[in-house]
T-cell receptor
Framework: DQQVKQNSPSLSVQEGRISILNCDYT??????FLWYKKYPAEGPTFLIS?????DKNEDGRFTVFLNKSAKHLSLHIVPSQPGDSAVYFC????????????FGQGTELSVKP | EPEVTQTPSHQVTQMGQEVILRCVPI?????FYWYRQILGQKVEFLVS????????KSEIFDDQFSVERPDGSNFTLKIRSTKLEDSAMYFC???????????FGPGTRLTVT
């Protein structure tokens, strides 16, 4: 099941710079997209989400952009901090079908001081 | 802040034994989920539960798996006869009415020997 893909397994960024994490999807019926942050041996922590009717949602240092025509979303973290180092998962759901989440493979972000 | 809790944090069992993984979702949430993550792989949906019944299940969720909400607070996943390939982190999640985001518990690491 490759409906949600994160093609970059890892990303390294300098502290204070922008981190951009990317995600592609294939199912045009997805109506809700989410980003989760995960540390080893812990559960995913919800970060930010966006409905398919929007193209941008911002929360503090985190902004998610959605490009429906390209079936692409991205998470921008500005400025990046060492505490942001974790694995980031994008997920998509069909909200009116029980809302199960389909996850990408994750991107490991490393923010260096 | 309300959170999803899971017990035990780590369960070791022998192949063929039954295990029950327990979850306490956020109290006013109505939708409940189980996911799993095999080491090195993506988080996979297992089952969703709403209004005291399964609303959707994945191909993984075969007859060996069952879920139950025995009272107003607990949500359990039972594996009747564990197999080696059931070894994984199992995450419980819950979602409120009208919300898209799911909140995850810390997970139970299941090791089948």
């Amino acid at each position: 099941d490759q409906q949600v893909k994160q093609n970059s397994p890892s990303l390294s960024v300098q502290e204070g710079r922008i981190s951009i994490l990317n995600c592609d999807y294939t199912n045009s019926m997805f109506d809700y997209f989410l980003w989760y942050k995960k540390y080893p041996a812990e559960g995913p922590t919800f970060l930010i989400s966006i409905s398919s009717i929007k193209d941008k949602n911002e929360d503090g240092r985190f902004t998610v952009f959605l490009n429906k025509s390209a079936k692409h979303l991205s998470l921008h973290i500005v400025p990046s901090q060492p505490g942001d180092s974790a694995v980031y998962f994008c997920a998509a759901s069909l909200y009116n079908q029980g809302g199960k989440l389909i996850f990408g493979q994750g991107t490991e972000l490393s923010v260096k001081p | 802040e309300p959170e999803v809790t899971q017990t035990p944090s780590h369960q070791v069992t022998q192949m063929g034994q039954e295990v029950i993984l327990r979850c306490v979702p956020i109290s006013n949430h109505l939708y409940f989920y189980w996911y799993r993550q095999i080491l090195g792989q993506k988080v996979e949906f297992l089952v969703s539960f709403y209004n005291n019944e399964i609303s959707e299940k994945s191909e993984i969720f075969d007859d060996q798996f069952s879920v139950e909400r025995p009272d107003g607070s607990n949500f359990t996943l039972k594996i009747r006869s564990t197999k080696l390939e059931d070894s994984a982190m199992y995450f419980c999640a819950s979602r409120g009415r009208g919300a898209g985001e799911q909140y995850f518990g810390p997970g139970t690491r299941l090791t089948v020997t």
